[in-house]
């Protein structure tokens, strides 16, 4: 059964139409990479996911429940909204810890806030996650003090820390040092084996390749391919991919 | 007059002008706020109704405010409340004639209140642009990241955005305090007897001209004082960076 369904999203900023009709769907467990090119509407589409933008048309459904509807004219209450939000998680290219708050109340400030559970039992959990992405000994550092790398792990457990059932990732490693990619990489990974649904926009090929249930090629607001990572990288079949994929493979 | 005498009577000046410094920080630190959103209204009207006050307000010297203030209600409306104000105290209160701060400020109760009126208005819309800018300067990513974590807009403002912007505003908002505390010396224009008016009080009448310049003495230990209080807060929140 699907957990994620996306018909006929369509996206335009003004004048310019930057998502065109988008369809996927995603099965439990599994993960999708989508790639392509600057400006092809990645972004966007994962910010009309988590209701940070809103399509112009289409529906998104979770689990069978339809949660968007561009032809839905009443408005959205700030409840319903939020709401929404839980559904997905979101790693931002850029981290955005919050400074003031240490890495373990970066984790527990959002589970506190909306009474996730108790106090204890959210710091429990957080340190947990902390654990699981390799910072039990920073949890008490504040996010000028950690590294890139660091920084975008703790922004992951942050993440999880809403049990989201979909976590998104918008280009997860691209503001970091390449050295410092891997650290993050393999966390990601080794939630992929841990079988949580991810949706990762990404540059890095040989990992979408690696990690990836099922790849989404995006170009000028349109899926121009799907499919396995196998027939994804190595049997692309239209030029633009083609071409795409020969920019990183120099 | 010794000079301890001319000390106390200066001192007393000076405690009239923290009263200024003191009531126009209580108001305009909390009144800057709904100016500032007011001033970041999507609402087209209450933006521009905000911004044309702050540009009058920030636009026109202190001085002429205070005036305006004091004299308007009369020459307008036919009610000059603060002259009523005084008089209503002259009736009801014992005012003692010692030349304590006690009788400098009950005779001069209603000019006081239109400096505090003029002074809280000016300062709050100076704080207000303050708060503006130290508010839209925070990122983007910092609210969206609150938002997708389901954190309602006011939450977001209050537990990430505004210890930010706090921490942003410090350095100028010390610029501003700074300036207040010189500032209250343009309430003499109304005759209100702050530090500098009890000065050109001793020239007038005991033909001493020193004491004018020592008052620039409290003044200096004053902003020292604080120097060190804002220097503190400052140190307070540099635990973090952004
Ligand atoms: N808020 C906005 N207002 C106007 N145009 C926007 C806005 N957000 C995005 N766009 C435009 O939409 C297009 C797609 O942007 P998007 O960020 O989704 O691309 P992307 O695939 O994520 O690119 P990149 O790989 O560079 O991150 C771009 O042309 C961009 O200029
Ligand atoms: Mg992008």
Redesign the pocket.
């Known amino acids: 059964m699907a957990v994620l369904e996306v018909k006929n999203i369509c996206k335009a ?2 004048k ?1 139409e ?1 998502l065109k009709g988008i369809d996927f769907s995603l099965e439990k467990g599994q993960v999708l990479s989508i790639i ?10 994962l ?1 009309c996911l988590n209701s940070l ?1 809103f399509a112009d048309k289409g529906t998104i459904t979770v689990n069978d429940t339809v949660i968007f509807d561009g032809s839905r004219t009443t408005k959205r209450s700030d409840a319903e909204l939020r709401e929404r939000r839980l559904h997905f998680g979101l790693v931002f290219q850029s981290f955005n810890l919050f400074p003031q708050y240490t890495v373990l109340e970066n984790i527990t400030l959002a589970p506190n806030l909306l009474k996730k559970d108790t106090p204890e039992n959210n710091k429990e959990k957080a340190l947990k996650l902390l654990d699981e992405v390799g910072l039990s000994e920073k949890a008490n550092n504040y996010p000028c003090e950690l590294s890139g790398g660091q920084q975008q792990r703790v922004a992951i457990a942050r993440a999880l820390a809403m049990d989201p059932e979909i976590l998104c990732f ?2 997860p490693t691209s503001a970091l040092d390449p050295e410092l990619t891997g650290e993050v990489l393999k966390v990601i990974r080794s939630l992929a084996d841990g079988h949580m649904t991810m949706i990762v ?1 990404t ?1 890095e090929m040989g990992f979408a390749k690696d990690v990836s249930d099922t790849v989404i090629f ?1 170009d000028d607001g349109v899926i121009a391919e799907q499919g396995t990572p196998d027939e994804v990288f190595g049997n692309p079949r239209t030029e633009r991919l083609k071409a795409f994929l020969a920019s990183y493979s120099k | 007059m010794t000079f301890a005498e001319i000390t106390l009577f200066l001192a007393n000046g000076f405690v009239v002008s923290l009263l200024i410094f003191a009531v126009t920080l209580l108001c305009a630190v909390p009144l800057g706020l709904p100016i500032a959103f007011c001033s970041m209204s999507r609402f087209r009207p209450v933006k521009y109704v905000a911004k044309t006050i702050v540009w009058i307000i920030r636009g026109v010297p202190l001085m002429l405010q205070i005036f305006i203030i004091y004299y308007v209600p009369g020459l307008l409306f036919g009610n000059p409340i603060f002259a009523q104000i005084d008089r209503y105290i002259l009736r009801n209160f014992d005012i003692p004639n010692d030349g304590g701060v006690l009788q400098l400020l009950l005779t001069n109760a209603g000019g006081l209140v239109a400096v505090f009126i003029a002074f809280a208005l000016n300062y709050a819309c100076y704080f207000s642009e303050i708060y503006r800018g130290g508010i839209e300067s925070i990122s983007k990513g910092q609210y969206e990241a609150g938002y997708v974590l389901g954190m309602s807009k006011s939450q977001v403002f209050k537990k990430i955005v505004l210890k930010q912007v706090i921490k942003r505003i410090v350095p100028p908002m010390s610029n501003e305090i700074i300036t207040l505390i010189k500032d209250t010396a343009l309430a003499n224009c109304i005759m209100i007897p702050e530090i500098i008016k009890q000065a050109k009080e001793l020239a007038a009448t005991k033909a001493l001209i020193w004491p004018l310049f020592y008052t620039g003495v409290f003044y200096l230990l004053f902003v020292g004082l604080l120097t060190i209080l804002l220097g503190r807060l400052e140190k307070k929140l540099s635990y973090f960076k952004d």
């Open positions: 900023f003004g310019t930057v392509g090119s600057s400006g092809s509407g990645k972004t966007t589409l910010r933008e918008d280009e926009v540059h995006m």
